[in-house]
C-alpha cells in the first residue's frame, strides 16, 4: 500500500466512524433522508456547501480560470449571488412547508401541487440528470486512484462506489451531513494551503490583460447567460440542495446556514480562481508550463507540488467528489423511494435503493458511454424545467396535473433536442419553454 | 419592496462589467458579492 493509498483508508475509516456515530436515533425516513430536520446552522452550511462544490471547482474551474480569465470567477459568484438571492426569499418558505406537509423527498412539494403523476416524472427526470452528473464525480475519483495509488480504473470505480455509498447507508443524511462537513472544512484548509504555495512559487500574482476583462473571446454576453442561467437557479432546481432547506432545526439554524454556505462559497471561489489566474500568471513569466487542455491545469500542478501538499489536494478532490455524490444518491433514493414505490415509512428501502443507485452510477462510470459527459454538463440545464413549477407553488394558484407533467415534459424535450444539435441557447430556450408552456397550461387546466 | 428592489440592484451590478469593461473587474466581483452577503447577514428575516 503506497502513501496515497494509505491516505484514503485513514480517510475512509474516519469517515466510516462519524457516520456510524452520526446515525444513533435514525429511526424513520424523515431521520434517514432530512436527519429529522433537526440538524444545526453549522452542519447544514457546511453540507450545503460540500454538496453543491463537486470536483469541478479544484479541476474544472481552475481550468477555466487558467483559460479564460476573470469571466470564470464572475460566472461561478453570479452563481453564489443567485442562491444567496433565491435562498435568502425561499428558503424560510419552502422549510415552513416542508414542516407543515411532511415533505421529505423534493418531489414531494410537486405531488402535493400537481399530483403523484408530476412527482414520479419529475423523479425520472432528475435521475436522467443526475445519475450521468453523479458518474463524472466516481470517474473522476477513479481516476485520481489510478495515477496516484497505482490501482487498475475498474478498482478505483469499485473504492469509489465504497466510498460514495457506505456513509449514507449507515448514517443517512446524518451520516452525510457530518462527514460532508469535515470534508468541507477540509476542502477549504487545503485550498488556502495550495493557494499559499502556488504564490510563492509563482512569486506573485497578476491577470495578463486580455484575461483581466469581459467580455473577452470565450466570455460573450451570450456565453455568460447560457452557462449562468442554470447555475443561478440551482438552489431551487437541483433536488440533492432543494432537499437541504428541510434540514435546519429551526429558522435560526436556516438562515445561519443561508449565510455560512455563502461565507464558505465566496472563500473557496475566491481561492479557487485565484489559484487558476496565478497559475496563468505563471505561465505568463515562465514559471509554469502552458497547458493547453483545461482538465489538465490541476494535474500538472500536482505533478509539481511537492509530496506533502499533493497527497492532501489530490484527497481533498476525492472528498469534493464524495460530497457531492453521497447527498445526490441519498436524495435519489428518497425520491425514488417515496415518489415512484410509493413506501413512505420503513428506512430499510430508503438503504437499499442507495445501494441500487450506487450499482447503476458505478456500472455507467465504468462504460464509460461518450454521451456522459454531455448529459452531465446538461444535468442542470435540464432540472431548469422544475422551475416553474417550484415558483408556481408560492406565487401562482393555477395549474394541476397536466401543467406540471406539460412543463416538465416540454422544458426536458427541448433541452434534449437542443442540446443534440448543439444550439448555444440551450438553457436559455428550455427556461423560456418552460415558463410559457406552464403559463399557457395553467390557465387552461381546471 | 425596497428590500427586493436593493437585492435586484445587487444581481444588476454583477452584470456591469459587461457593459463597462474595465481592469479590476475580479476585485469589482469578489466585493459585491462580499457586500451582498454582508447585507443578507445584516438585514432582518422573516422570522425575526
Known amino acids: 500500500m503506497n502513501d496515497f493509498m494509505a491516505l484514503v483508508f485513514f480517510y475512509a475509516i474516519l469517515g466510516t466512524a462519524i457516520a456510524l456515530y452520526a446515525r444513533k436515533g435514525t429511526k424513520t425516513q424523515e431521520d434517514f433522508f432530512v436527519g429529522g430536520r433537526n440538524i444545526g446552522g453549522l452542519i447544514s452550511a457546511l453540507t450545503y456547501a460540500a454538496t453543491t462544490y463537486s470536483a469541478f471547482m479544484m479541476v474544472g474551474l481552475v481550468g477555466l480560470s487558467y483559460m479564460t480569465g476573470v469571466g470564470a470567477t464572475g460566472f461561478e459568484l453570479m452563481y453564489l449571488v443567485g442562491t444567496l438571492f433565491l435562498l435568502s426569499y425561499y428558503a424560510p418558505k419552502v422549510w415552513r412547508l416542508g414542516r407543515e406537509k411532511g415533505i421529505v423527498s423534493p418531489a414531494e412539494i410537486f405531488a402535493y401541487r400537481y399530483g403523484t403523476l408530476t412527482a414520479k416524472v419529475a423523479t425520472v427526470l432528475a435521475l436522467i440528470a443526475l445519475i450521468p452528473y453523479t458518474s463524472i464525480q466516481m470517474i473522476g475519483v477513479a481516476l485520481i486512484l489510478q495515477k496516484n495509488a497505482g490501482i487498475s480504473f475498474a478498482s478505483g470505480v469499485a473504492i469509489a462506489s465504497i466510498l460514495i455509498a457506505l456513509w449514507a447507508f449507515l448514517g443517512g443524511l446524518r451520516g452525510v451531513a457530518w462527514t460532508d462537513a469535515i470534508q468541507g472544512l477540509f476542502m477549504l484548509a487545503v485550498a488556502i494551503l495550495a493557494v499559499f504555495w502556488t504564490y510563492n512559487y509563482i512569486g506573485g500574482f497578476g491577470i495578463p490583460k486580455d484575461l483581466a476583462v469581459v467580455p473577452n473571446e470565450f466570455w460573450t454576453p451570450l456565453k455568460f447567460a447560457t452557462l449562468t442561467i442554470p447555475w443561478f437557479f440551482f438552489a431551487l432546481t437541483n433536488p440533492q440542495v432543494f432537499q437541504r432547506l428541510f434540514i435546519p432545526k429551526d429558522e435560526k439554524a436556516l438562515k445561519r446556514m443561508v449565510v455560512l454556505f455563502g461565507l464558505f462559497g465566496l472563500i473557496y471561489t475566491v481561492l479557487v480562481t485565484f489559484l487558476g489566474l496565478d497559475l496563468r500568471f505563471g505561465t505568463e513569466i515562465g514559471k509554469f508550463p502552458a497547458v493547453a487542455d483545461r482538465d489538465e491545469v490541476t494535474p500538472t500542478l500536482l505533478s509539481m507540488m511537492p509530496y506533502w501538499i499533493a497527497l492532501p489536494l489530490a484527497l481533498s478532490i476525492i472528498a469534493a467528489a464524495v460530497t457531492t455524490a453521497n447527498s445526490i444518491i441519498l436524495t435519489l433514493s428518497s425520491m425514488v423511494l417515496r415518489d415512484v414505490i410509493g413506501e413512505k415509512t420503513r428506512i430499510v428501502g430508503g438503504k437499499i435503493v442507495v445501494v441500487v443507485l450506487t450499482i447503476v452510477v458505478a456500472l455507467f462510470a465504468l462504460k464509460r458511454i461518450s454521451y456522459i459527459v454531455e448529459l452531465a454538463v446538461l444535468s442542470s440545464t435540464i432540472l431548469l424545467c422544475q422551475l416553474p413549477l417550484i415558483l408556481g407553488v408560492f406565487h401562482w394558484k393555477r395549474g394541476k396535473e397536466r401543467t406540471g407533467l406539460a412543463t416538465l415534459m416540454c422544458g426536458f424535450i427541448t433541452a434534449i433536442v437542443l442540446s443534440a444539435i448543439k444550439h448555444p441557447m440551450v438553457s436559455i430556450a428550455t427556461f423560456c419553454v418552460s415558463f410559457a408552456v406552464f403559463l399557457a397550461v395553467s390557465l387552461i387546466d381546471r | ?48
Open chain 2, 1 to 48: 419592496m425596497m428590500r427586493k428592489v436593493v437585492e435586484v440592484a445587487f444581481v444588476l451590478a454583477m452584470l456591469i462589467p459587461f457593459a463597462i469593461r474595465f481592469e479590476w473587474t475580479y476585485h469589482y466581483w469578489i466585493a459585491v458579492t462580499a457586500t451582498y452577503l454582508a447585507y443578507i447577514t445584516a438585514r432582518r428575516w422573516e422570522y425575526e
